[in-house]
């Protein structure tokens, strides 16, 4: 049983960690003093935290519920929420018996809400946007890999996978000792899991429900490869999820990044008004939290994160790099997408919408004119961890 | 012991004395197994803490029985629609009686009622009934848990949709 409780008066939050199965109340002394502690300290609202408390067992669960009940009554002004998480699926069931008992307790499902944008990128409809753009990458991304020193044999692991097209691909291409995905997507994962299982693979391609942040369940210095494309540049504190791919990376092994320039997608003819449709749709995404203008952040986080020979690269899609027909698909499953669940989300009425669909309507048509010419900037990042 | 709808996945067996004697067995072996049976269920991450969670309820449960004597032979099973694990162990009159007690009532609707009441009990810190992690699997987490007498054996029998 090896468990940490450490309080940070800050936060006002005590958080549990690791795997809580005692045998006696002694091993739980820990426990005990802390809470007591946290709530000698705190004022007004107390955190408990369980989101990477993998297991705990009856026995610790009655400890900590009966230690609720002593804070609750006896600080009459405080009110403590209980943050769980939707991967560890004993925190939902267990803390919900303690809200019977007790009044001020409140319970937070903290992968609820990671971001402002959430729901918009969760949602299946999202699925399109992504199937679509693997399409047009995979042929420049699959030489930048290993250029990056995706080798054959290495072990992978994908944060944010979304619907697994890369997963399947790298698998094809590069034979991985083993390969899994992660993503919070049920949407996603359920259709990585149909098409894995159409392909008869299975028992290969191992997609997990989980947290970017939170990837209690992966050891540490376990992968050769680890990987988050097109990611990073979705959360607002993209940090977090760098400490956790270098954690799970082998040392000696690779952080694989790609992030965009969204607002410096081009094309030519109607260039102003294709560029005001990416910088507006980049504004959109900004509106929600996400930073689609992340790319060039790359090289210093990936510096903040200790890791070594960083190498960034373009990764221009272009009319002459992929095919006319199925850059169109992307930039149209981008205009349904963009313009009515991102645009919603954003408040925006009917007649911006209408102008947004007409921008990228200007830029369908660059691609699909012999005369026309259309790019997506993409970014490709890596770093050796020490 | 596994019927012809029931696929032997796995078999593994315990001495009962050497299984007694630390603890950290139950936890150990919980996730091992849990880790096991999951390494094809379409979301393996979720489905082994889960398993692992009631695996590890009902071993410390068994570890408390104080059964010394003979072997803990846990086997798993596939059913198609259901997971079953069978913890098979011989056990004292005593300790017999107590499961037949427990078993007496198999309405799930008023198990998690018994549950609720011996929370109660916890939270008033008198004390609760020795299963009561069994009641909770089985308000928690729709385990069906079910007792059977073979001649020299017990089996305890968890059931949980695949
Ligand atoms: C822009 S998509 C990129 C998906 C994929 N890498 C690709 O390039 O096709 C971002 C993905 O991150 C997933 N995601 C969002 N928040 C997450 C989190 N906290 N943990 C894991 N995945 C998350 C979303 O569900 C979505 O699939």
């Known amino acids: 049983m090896t468990y940490q ?21 002694e091993e ?18 107390l ?19 009966k230690h609720i009940g002593l804070i609750i009554n006896a600080k009459p002004k405080l009110t403590i929420k209980i943050i769980i998480s939707s991967v560890i699926p004993w925190s939902e069931k267990k803390m919900t018996w303690i809200k019977q008992f007790y009044d001020r307790i409140s319970i937070e499902q903290y992968d609820n ?22 399409k047009i990458i995979w042929a420049q991304e699959k030489k ?36 899994i995905g992660i993503d919070h997507s049920k949407p996603n994962l359920n259709y990585a899991r149909r ?28 992968f050769d490869f680890v990987t988050c494309r097109l990611s990073l540049q979705i959360f607002d504190k993209p940090e977090l999820i760098l400490k956790e791919l270098h954690r799970i990376c082998k ?18 003819p109607q260039s102003e008004i294709i560029s005001r449709t990416y910088e507006e749709a980049s504004k959109m995404f900004k509106f929600l939290g996400m930073d689609l203008e992340f790319g060039p952040k790359m090289n210093s986080y990936l510096q903040d994160a200790h890791l070594k020979d960083i190498r960034i690269d373009p990764m221009m899609i272009t009319t002459d790099s992929t095919s006319r027909e199925d850059f169109k698909v992307v930039v149209e499953s981008w205009r349904d997408y963009i313009c009515n669940d991102l645009a919603i989300a954003n408040k925006k009425d009917e007649t911006y919408r209408k102008e947004l669909t007409q921008g990228f309507n200007s830029h369908i048509r660059a691609i699909e004119s012999k005369r026309g010419f259309a790019s997506w900037p993409i970014w490709v990042a890596s770093g050796t961890k020490s | 012991m596994a019927t012809s709808e029931e696929k032997l996945l796995l078999s593994v067996s315990y001495e009962m004395e050497k299984f007694s004697n630390d603890w950290r067995h139950c936890d150990y072996s919980a996730s091992y197994l849990a880790q096991l049976i999951s390494s094809r269920a379409t979301d393996p991450t979720k489905q082994s803490i889960m398993l692992s969670t009631v695996i590890n309820e009902l071993l410390e449960v068994i570890y408390h029985l104080k059964e010394k004597t003979r072997s803990l032979m846990i086997e798993i099973k596939d059913s198609g629609s259901d997971i079953i694990i069978d913890f098979c162990l011989s056990m004292s009159e ?42 909770e699997i089985i308000a928690d987490y729709d385990v069906q848990l079910s007792y059977q007498k073979k001649p020299e054996i017990n089996i305890l029998r968890m059931k949980l949709a695949a």
């Open chain 1, 144 to 179: 930048l890999l290993a250029e990056h020193g995706l080798k054959k044999g290495m072990s992978v692991a994908d944060i944010c996978c979304g619907v697994g097209d890369f997963i399947s691909l790298v698998y094809q291409e590069f034979n991985p000792s083993q390969i």
């Open chain 1, 251 to 268: 040392p000696g092994g690779k952080i694989y990044l790609t992030n965009e320039t969204y607002s410096k997608t081009l094309g030519y």
């Open chain 1, 47 to 65: 955190y408990l935290n369980f989101n990477r408390l993998e297991f705990i067992n009856n026995m610790a669960f009655h400890e900590v519920m």
């Open chain 1, 195 to 222: 098409i894995a299982e159409d392909n008869g693979l299975s028992d290969k391609l191992k997609y997990h429900y989980g947290d970017a942040g939170n990837l209690f369940f992966i050891r540490d210095n376990e």
């Open chain 2, 94 to 135: 005593k300790n017999q009686l107590l499961f037949n007690s427990f078993f007496s009532c198999n309405d799930a609707e008023q198990l998690k009622k018994v549950y609720l009441s011996e929370l109660k009990r916890v939270v008033n810190n008198e004390e609760a009934h020795r299963f009561i992690g069994l009641y």
């Open chain 1, 28 to 45: 739980l002394l820990e426990v005990n003093k802390t809470l007591a502690m946290a709530a000698e300290k705190a004022m007004g609202m």
């Open chain 1, 5 to 25: 409780v450490m309080y940070n008066q800050n936060d006002q939050m005590v958080t549990f960690t690791g795997c809580m199965r005692p045998q006696t109340q």
């Open chain 1, 113 to 134: 809400n990671f971001y402002p944008g959430q729901e918009v990128i969760e949602n299946d409809h999202f699925i399109p946007v992504l199937r679509t753009q693997t």
